[in-house]
Every structure is written in C-alpha cells, then in structure tokens.
C-alpha cells in the first residue's frame, strides 16, 4: 500500500523521542526542551493587533504570490541592508518549509543532485524525498568550527546532474555562521559550475559578538544563480504563523514557481496581514533578539566548555549548538527522559545522527537548542551536564 518514498523517509530526530518525553511528564516529571527551535520568546504584539484590526468577513484565498503589502514590507525590510529586493523578486509561502521545496522542485528534476555541508538540517532530508532530489553530503567538522569544507571536497562529489548547493547560514544545528571570504569562494564555484545556492537565511541577523551575517544577495554577481529562503518563524518567534518566501532576481524562476504556488492556491491570510507589521518592526527589536540569544549562547557554551568528554564549537548565531560527545547520543538522550531527574525534572535534546546524511557520522553527537529564558537555561545546563556524567558512570 505504501509507497517507497514515504517508507525511505526519516522519522523527524527532533521529535522522535516525544513518546518518551510524554511518558515522563505523565509520570510527573518537568521536562526541559532543548530539542527543538521553538523559541519561547513572546511574538511581537503587532502581529495579532493587524490581525484583529481587520475585521476581514470573509477569510477568502489571497493571490497565490502573496498579499502585495506583505512583499512589499518583506522588500523593504531586505532594503535596509541594501540587497535592492522588490517584491518582484518574492513568492510568499506556507513558511520556509515550502520555500524550500519549491526551491528544489524549481531547479531540480527527480533524480538531480545536491550537495549539502553537513550536519545539516534534518528536515532537508524530508524535502528532499519528497522532490526525488539526491543530496551528496560534505562533512565540515567540529575541528575547523563547522565552517565550509575546501572547495576540493565540493569538487569530489561534483556530477553532471548536480544543479545546486544548499546552505543553512547562520547554521542549524552547528551555529557556524559563514564568512565573506567563504561565502566568495563557494559563489565563485558555483558560478564556475553553472550551480544554483539556495541559501537558506532564516536565521539572517541571529549573529553574535558583532559578527558580520551577510545575505548572499550581497553577492551581486551570483543574482541569476541564486534562491534565498526567508521565515518570519526564528526571526519574529512565529513558527506557527506559517509565513517564509522564496527571494530570487533569477529570470522567469518567480513565474515558474508561481505555477506550484497556483496549485496550493495560497499561504494563509491572516498571518500574512500579521506578518506585515512583523516586517514593519525597527532594527532595535532585531538587536534585542539577538541579544537575548548571545546570553543564552554564552550560557550554555559555559556549561558545555567545562565538560571534558565534549567537543563543542562556539556557536556564532542561530538557537543552536552541535555537541560532539564520547557517548551514543541517542542512548543518552533516552536516558535522560527516562532515568534521569533533578528534583523531578529532566532535558530533552536532539540525537544527531539525524543531521547527517550517513547516519553513522552522527552517532556521538547531539544538539541543544537555547530556546529557554536564562533562568530555565541554567537550570538546564545544569542538568545536563549532571545527567551526563551520571549516565557516564552507568557504561563503565
Ligand atoms: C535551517 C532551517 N530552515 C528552514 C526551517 C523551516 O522553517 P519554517 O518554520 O519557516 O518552515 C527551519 C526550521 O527550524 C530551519 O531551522
């Protein structure tokens, strides 16, 4: 009955051990999540004002492309950094999620391949089976700070019907945020390679000790090549919102992809009259996202940095940082929501084999999401690090 497709897909790694999660706040047990980027920081009121105030009767479809105000707001909002977007240049979509599987289904066909620095984010494997598209992962290890593999391991696994590269910038789950020079290399290989980026910017701006995040639209002479992903769900802490968007000055891609976004008819309305406030906000709530994020960084990089056994990079932005253990992190994992507790409460983190395309690669590493208040973090950390050496003591 069931297909291959469905059948060869991965269980989600952030959500897989829910069910044990479940079990152990049945049991009465508090549970700490550390495993998924769902920040708890409160959406910006303005959404469900402009919401409310819009006293729409009818909830109708909205033009497949998006409303015109929410381009328009996202447009200027890439402006303010000079990436010269109109809202030509942008598709809204049902979250970043949908963006990039249009993205893959615009420049690839079932079959083609992709190449992907890895870990990377576990969802792009889902994407892509859903879109027949092959990714070749390239590790870039803990030791060089999760930072782009040389060109010559882009080069290995180069192949005739390689139509893309994708990158998370800053990077879930490792942090790592790309330099300029880095970011030079890989467009000018692509450009040699006839290879479209898509450069996955959602968390664009979440980039810490006054590191420099640049949008590859930066890159002007990588226009025609290149497919940015944008989210309001990291940036505005509305993941249920369900708003992202496709940005490309490709020639004719926008028109293409409206053909898939007329098939799904329309991304939802409400939240996109909310996400146009979103857009409107200044710069100085980008600013205390960002510092409010660099705390909790500096929380857990403290914690994680006097654990010998750890291997950790320090996370230049995002909500995440990628633990290289001496430990199975799934067992550990398991462990922690089933036979670990301080005063009746737990962590959950996410096992990494599922960053990783070859499942092995991962087996030792985890990822924590710092998407706790700074007290509830501590606290976290702390139990962490005593659950690990607890279960340490349980394999010797
Ligand atoms: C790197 C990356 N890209 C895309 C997404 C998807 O985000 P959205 O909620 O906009 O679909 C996520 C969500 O965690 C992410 O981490």
């Known amino acids: 009955m069931l297909s291959s497709r469905i059948r060869q897909m991965q269980e989600s790694p952030i959500r897989k051990l829910v069910p044990l999660a479940d079990q152990a706040k049945k049991n009465g047990k508090t549970v700490f999540h550390l495993n998924i980027g769902q920040p708890d920081l409160k959406t910006p009121d303005v959404f469900m004002n402009s919401i409310n105030q819009s006293n729409l009767d009818v909830i109708s479809y909205t033009h497949s492309e998006g409303i015109i105000d929410l381009r328009n707001a996202m447009a200027a909002f890439f402006n303010r950094d000079n990436l010269d977007i109109s809202s030509e240049n942008i598709t809204i979509t049902n979250g970043g999620s949908e963006a990039i599987i249009f993205a893959l289904n615009t420049v690839c066909d079932p079959g083609d391949h992709i190449i992907i620095p890895e870990p990377y984010y576990a969802n792009y494997n889902g994407f892509a089976e859903m879109t027949g598209v092959k990714i070749d992962g390239i590790v870039s290890p803990v030791d060089r700070g999760y930072h782009l593999p040389d060109i ?230 702390d139990i962490f690090v005593k659950g690990y050496h607890s279960f340490k003591e349980t394999i010797i």
């Open 152 to 381: 010559i391991e882009f080069e290995k696994v180069l192949k005739p019907n390689t139509r893309a590269i994708l990158i998370s910038n800053p990077c879930n789950p490792t942090g790592v945020v790309y330099t300029n020079d880095e970011l030079q290399l890989l467009v000018d290989w692509a450009l040699k390679n006839h290879l479209v980026i898509i450069s996955d910017e959602v968390y664009r701006n979440i980039a810490f000790d006054e590191r420099e995040n640049l949008s590859l639209l930066a890159f002007k002479e990588i226009h025609n090549n290149l497919i940015v992903i944008e989210s309001v769900s990291k940036r505005f802490s509305a993941c249920g919102a369900r708003i992202g968007a496709v940005i490309s000055k490709i020639p004719n891609l926008q028109q293409n992809i409206l053909k898939a976004a007329q098939s799904r008819l329309c991304p939802p309305y409400l939240e996109q009259l909310g996400s146009v406030a979103l857009y409107h906000l200044p710069q100085t709530f980008h600013e205390s996202v960002k510092e409010e994020y660099e705390q909790r960084r500096n929380i857990v990089f403290d914690a994680l940095s006097q654990v010998k056994g750890l291997k950790i990079s320090k996370p230049e932005g995002a909500l995440y940082v990628f633990v290289k253990t001496d430990i199975n992190a799934e067992d550990f994992a398991k462990y922690l929501l089933q036979d670990f507790h301080i005063d009746n409460k737990t962590v959950m983190v996410a096992p990494g084999s599922g960053f990783y395309q070859d499942k092995s690669l991962g087996i030792n590493s985890l990822r924590i999401a710092y998407v706790l208040n700074t007290n509830e973090l501590r606290e976290a950390m």
